[in-house]
């Protein structure tokens, strides 16, 4: 199916897509994240090239790709585990280069991962208030505030949505969806602007992944740019505004939601182009046509998805 979007940049109305972040010194709109043209190296191995995408206020930009696509990549350069070898990073309209996690963080920059950093036998608020322990007292006479802590812990998770009966039970006795909306609701909590997850539904049933995009939804209505790294154009489209695709870590696409149906994702994350270009090659060659009828059945599958998703739209 031929690509009749427009390229990268050109079809995002940014007036539409920031929310109000202004540059404090210019007071010009500036996004909370811009990556433009960035690119990693791992000696010979080209990681990651030419990536461009914005991050903004209340909105979702899903980053979709399978593995070895690049996506671990940019989780690290954006979270500061690693650094960018070409292209610009900035942070509020400033060119950065972010030297460590910490350092994302003082930022706003917090990073969800898929094997979450719990402590299985520790309870939810302690879970909570991992290494930002609340104190009372002063001195020898410091300790910590538990009644305090329990406190915020069920606040904050109300606010977001989440009723649990106890937050003195083990953290390990939830489902896995429900230690994501942990992990979502105690980012928010220490101030965090750019919330990364990190395939937070891969290993999801179908109803915890719902429970899982319907916490997505609320952290960005409560004003968070969230990036949402996923292989499944399925759980991105319903709660993405914008979408990256990623393959051998260079952009196939990048696009507004006004300006993708979910069955166009699906095609270019499935790769009809390169499809049809086997099927060419194998015709060209001649021989196995088993295979290629194979080939070119699987071409008008994904062709025929890209139609129907345009007249439906």
């Known amino acids: ?62 980053v979709l790709g399978d593995n070895g696509a690049g996506k ?9 585990l690693h650094q960018h070898d070409a292209g610009t990073f900035s942070i509020m309209g400033a060119e950065r280069k972010l030297n460590s996690p910490r350092e994302a963080l003082d930022a706003g920059i917090a990073a969800v991962y898929q094997d979450l950093a719990v402590v299985s036998l520790m309870p ?30 069920k606040g904050e998770l109300a606010a977001m949505g989440i009723d649990l009966r106890d937050v003195e039970q083990p953290i390990g006795q939830l489902s896995g969806g429900e230690r994501q909306c942990v992990a979502i609701a105690r980012a928010v909590h220490f101030g965090a602007k750019v919330l990364i997850l990190d395939e937070p539904t891969a290993a999801l049933g179908v109803k915890q992944s719902g429970v899982v995009l319907r916490y997505i939804l609320q952290a960005r209505d409560r004003g968070l740019g969230v990036i949402f790294i996923t292989h499944n154009p399925h759980h991105a489209f319903p709660v993405g505004d914008r979408f990256l695709l990623l393959k051998r870590g260079k952009s196939i696409g990048y696009y507004d939601k006004k300006d993708i149906t979910i069955d166009e994702l699906t ?13 060419h090659e194998l015709e060209q060659a001649g021989g196995h046509p088993e295979v290629l009828a194979e080939v070119n059945a699987e071409v008008a599958e994904v062709s025929e998805a890209g139609a129907s998703g345009k007249h439906s739209a």
Not at 14 to 19: G, V, Y
Not at 72 to 80: E, P, V
Not at 143 to 153: A, F, I, R, W
Not at 267 to 279: H, P, V
Request: proline fraction near 4%; glycine fraction near 8%.
């Open 72 to 80: 671990s990549t940019l989780i690290k350069i954006i979270a500061g």
């Open 267 to 279: 095609s270019q994350m499935a790769g009809g182009a390169e499809l049809a270009e086997l099927a």
């Open 1 to 62: 199916m031929a690509n009749t979007h427009s390229p990268v940049g050109e079809h995002i109305e940014q007036a539409t897509l920031l929310q109000g972040e202004f540059d404090p010194l210019t007071h010009t709109p500036v996004h909370l994240l811009e990556l433009k043209d960035v690119a990693k190296h791992y000696g010979n191995i080209i990681a990651l090239r030419d990536v461009t995408m914005v991050v903004d206020t209340g909105r979702v930009t899903c």
């Open 124 to 153: 939810i608020w302690r879970n909570f208030f991992l290494g930002s322990e609340i104190t009372k007292g002063w001195g020898p006479f410091k300790s910590m505030d538990v009644e305090k802590m329990k406190q915020v812990t």
